[in-house]
Nanobody
Framework: QVQLVESGGGSVQAGGSLRLSCAASGYTGTRYYSRYRLGWFRQAPGKEREGVAGISYDGSATYARSVKDRFTISRDNAKNTLSLQMNSLKPEDTAMYYC?????????????????????WGQGTQVTVSS
């Protein structure tokens, strides 16, 4: 069974940086980590979960408009890890951040960054940005 574990959240002042990581396990046999689209989502209290950034099997990345040019998503297929570098953080970035993995192979970046399309989820890591 696929498991995702996030780390790297914390508290930071506005303008600061954080790097989130997500370690994946359970990609064995013919289930290759490199074949699946991965994503970062966030959910603030009272709000719906929203897509922040996604990276497809071919390395192409997509970003929410609110984080573009501030956040960078990357993956290491050799280590089965996913990262999110967050710079110039703003108070409105405060949320629980989740990493997620698609359950369908070879979905490209043209698919929407919708939680409904991701099958596996981590437990989340809190990011708090103070002004």
């Amino acid at each position: 069974q696929v498991q995702l574990v996030e780390s790297g959240g914390g508290s930071v002042q506005a303008g600061g940086s954080l790097r989130l990581s997500c370690a994946a396990s359970g990609y064995t046999g013919t289930r290759y980590y490199s074949r699946y689209r991965l994503g970062w989502f966030r959910q603030a209290p009272g709000k719906e979960r929203e897509g922040v950034a996604g990276i497809s099997y071919d390395g192409s990345a997509t970003y929410a408009r609110s984080v573009k040019d501030r956040f960078t998503i990357s993956r290491d297929n050799a280590k089965n890890t996913l990262s999110l570098q967050m710079n110039s953080l703003k108070p409105e970035d405060t949320a629980m951040y989740y990493c997620a993995a698609d359950g369908v192979e070879f979905r490209g970046g043209w698919y929407p960054l919708s939680p409904d399309l991701f099958h596996y989820w981590g437990q989340g890591t809190q990011v708090t940005v103070s002004s």
